[in-house]
């Protein structure tokens, strides 16, 4: 019976918009098992992506962006275990799914592609060979059939002359040649949903440019949906519809893109935006986040960002805040914030 | 040729058609087959107590030009001549041997983009900033602990950290360590290679605000290479944006980021996705790929992906020239450029 509420609650909590989560993901936990005791990396991270949308997830090093997409595909490798929630793909459950049908999902319905291309393609093998792979593990297509599956994906991806470039090793492809190929590889069975780990933070700015333009359009013509994690809020402001900000394995802030960027609630989130110098305004100061961010085996009591912000009460540093909603699509997780931002005065 | 500060005062390092170049051998006894042009005739100043930086994409020789200038790595030809007081007579690094070369590193310090590679593990901190002391046999040993805990504590360290291992410390405080050895020796210019672009942005503004502070308080001049560039107008004074080994623009800070007069640094300066989701701009993507920078074929480097191009720049490598006061460029275009719109603040 409870079962049963939780799952109606969900729903309707879900269907916010009117629409069907692609993805819905509910009280994540993933948590390392270390020698020196449990890092909570994920620590109750619930979220959706919609279909066709794309989601920016923001956040510095160590803040759970990345292991909360390897948990979505189930590639969380030991000491790291997911030790709860739940993950909907598509109206699938994922967490419960045995690795023989997880392998079906991944590529299929769920693709990602990570920050470095050079350490993600296999060195001996021809770009081609690794697509077509790719292709024939998920579709009943011949060899030539999904040699030309393969060729049509590069030609998407802009990758000039393809039929000649498939038989090219990686060694043989510049960096944004490479971060290409990846992208055809991860695109080559039409994946609903596309995780995108830092995709051109190895990349120069033209480069980027480029890639994220590829992105953007191959989103629109395959009508997929993409979450993309990255430390760069140039990036998630021009490409995101959504924002997710985390900060030590927590959600601390989820608004549309323009919300988050011309009224975040979230002191974590003013604090990045104070710290980060902007193009065109020289004669701005820079005002630092004091601090670092916590050991994730030593996590303070209360909020995790109390230590180190300039608001904090009382209340912080005993009580953990839950997301709050505090406008349309807005929540927060934060005591002492309100919804015009008379925190901050 | 070389680009003089406005103010008259004698820069306190400048840099007169240094080049690096690197053999490409066939085969490991083989004589060169090519050289990579990595540094190709780069010329500028630096004054004292400025910010000079210098901007590129990746391979395009700024962090050679960078080790060259303080020869850790030997120059191919060209000549850096530093000036430690300012009415003595400038010492060229180029020149300098033995004693006197390791004499000079006193003043010349450098600090290294990856915090975790640039610090010995087997070191204590204390060891790794008082080496400095040690190797040009500085002070006695009570003096050089007092040293070592006075810079620590300048660059916001905990003195009494100072016996761990660079293990014990997060990204932020290690490359505070690596200030701290570059500091300790009290130089007078330091080169700060990607210092930030290993850190997250919380951290990164702490990093660039302490830079930023002991400049004020000890009178620092920086070389401050990196890619990211809003980070560089943010701390430099004036800029200098590399393409293929050549400077191509060099100019007051704020101008060069407002108003470009290189195709090229246009290019870059409009690719930066701006964090401000109501202005949507899609970047205007190059076309083409790096050229190799191995024996480049006359003419200008960028003439093969640059919307300007016109048959002239195929031929002939276009010289820095000064289209306005301070403010060089290295394009036939360059008053064309400017005309274009300004880029906007964000």
Same mark, same amino acid.
């Given at each position: ?40 990396? *994920?620590?109750?991270?619930?979220? !959706?992506?919609?279909?066709? @949308?794309? %989601? #920016?997830? +923001? ?5 759970? $962006? ?74 009943? *297509?011949?060899?030539?059939?999904? !040699?030309?599956?393969?060729? @049509?994906? %590069? #030609?998407? +991806? ?5 039929? $000649? ?97 011309? $009224? ?82 | ?346």
């Amino acid at each position: 019976m409870s079962s049963e509420q939780a799952t109606a609650e969900k729903t309707v909590e879900a269907q916010q918009d009117g629409i069907r989560p692609l993805l819905a993901v509910r009280d994540l936990r993933t948590h390392f098992f270390t020698e020196r005791g449990v890092a909570r990396a *994920v620590d109750g991270v619930s979220f !959706e992506v919609f279909p066709g @949308e794309t %989601l #920016g997830v +923001v956040g510095e090093s160590g803040c759970g $962006k990345s292991v909360t997409a390897l948990s979505i595909l189930r590639l969380v490798t030991p000491p790291g275990r997911i030790t709860g929630g739940t993950i909907t793909l598509d109206g699938q459950e994922l967490t419960a799914l045995l690795e023989s049908e997880m392998r079906r999902v991944r590529g299929r319905k769920a693709a990602m592609i990570f920050q470095e291309p050079q350490s993600s393609l296999n060195p001996v093998f021809s770009i081609g060979f690794q697509i077509t792979e790719a292709i024939r593990l998920h579709q009943k *297509v011949t060899r030539t059939e999904a !040699e030309e599956l393969a060729i @049509e994906m %590069l #030609g998407r +991806v802009a990758i000039p002359d393809p039929a $000649k470039r498939i038989g090219e090793y990686p060694h043989q492809l510049s960096g944004g040649m490479k971060q290409r190929a990846m992208i055809a590889m991860a695109l080559s069975c039409r994946p609903s949903l596309l995780i995108a780990d830092e995709p051109t933070t190895a990349l120069d700015v033209t480069i980027q440019a480029q890639i994220l333009n590829l992105l953007q359009e191959l989103r629109e013509q395959l009508g997929m949906s993409v979450m993309l994690i990255t430390h760069n809020l140039g990036i998630v402001a021009q490409i995101a519809r959504r924002v997710m900000v985390m900060y030590a394995g927590k959600v601390v802030e989820t608004a549309s893109t323009e919300s988050v960027f011309h $009224k975040p609630l979230h002191p974590y989130t003013v604090g990045l935006f104070r710290s980060l110098p902007k193009l065109g305004r020289k004669s701005q100061k820079l005002a630092p986040i004091p601090g670092e961010v916590p050991n994730p085996l030593d996590a303070p009591p209360g909020c995790r960002f109390q230590p180190r912000c300039g608001l904090c009460v009382e209340r912080c540093r005993a009580e953990e805040p839950k997301l709050r909603i505090l406008g349309e699509g807005h929540s927060v997780a934060c005591h002492v914030a309100q919804s015009d931002g008379a925190h901050f005065a | 040729m070389v680009m003089q500060l406005k103010q008259d005062k004698p820069p306190l390092i400048k840099v007169e058609n240094l080049c690096k170049f690197f053999p490409v051998r066939r085969g490991f006894f083989g004589a060169p087959a090519g050289y990579v042009h990595a540094v190709d005739c780069v010329s500028f100043t630096v004054g004292r107590g400025e910010t000079v930086g210098l901007v590129g994409e990746s391979g395009c020789g700024k962090t050679t030009a960078g080790r060259t200038l303080l020869r850790l790595l030997e120059p191919t030809a060209g000549r850096v001549l530093f000036r430690p007081k300012e009415d003595a007579d400038p010492v060229d690094i180029t020149a300098a041997q033995g004693e006197e070369l390791r004499r000079l590193r006193r003043n010349l310090q450098i600090v290294f983009q990856d915090p975790i590679g640039s610090l010995n593990p087997r070191m204590t901190v204390r060891e790794i900033v008082g080496e400095g002391l040690a190797a040009h046999s500085i002070g006695s040993r009570s003096e050089r602990e007092d040293r070592i805990v006075d810079v620590l504590k300048l660059v916001g360290l905990v003195p009494e950290h100072r016996f761990r291992y660079p293990h014990e410390f997060s990204g932020g405080q290690r490359q505070r360590i690596g200030i701290a050895r570059a500091l300790i020796l009290d130089p007078q210019f330091i080169v700060c290679d990607e210092p930030v672009s290993a850190l997250d942005v919380s951290i990164q503004a702490q990093i660039i605000s302490l830079l930023e502070s002991l400049q004020e308080e000890l009178g620092l001049a920086y070389l401050f290479i990196a890619h990211d560039l809003a980070v560089v107008e943010h701390i430099s004074n004036r800029i200098a944006v590399m393409y293929l080994g050549k400077i191509v623009e060099m100019g007051p800070a704020e101008e060069v980021c407002r108003v470009p007069l290189h195709p090229y640094s246009r290019t870059l300066l409009e690719s930066v996705p701006v964090p401000d989701p109501r202005r949507k701009v899609k970047a205007a993507s190059l076309t083409g790929g790096v050229p190799t920078p191995i024996d480049p074929p006359p003419g200008c480097r960028f003439a093969g992906r640059c919307p300007l191009c016109l048959e002239e720049c195929g031929q002939m490598t276009p010289p820095l020239r000064e289209v306005h006061p301070g403010h060089w460029s290295a394009c036939v275009r360059a008053e064309e450029t400017e005309k274009v719109r300004a880029i906007p603040a964000y």
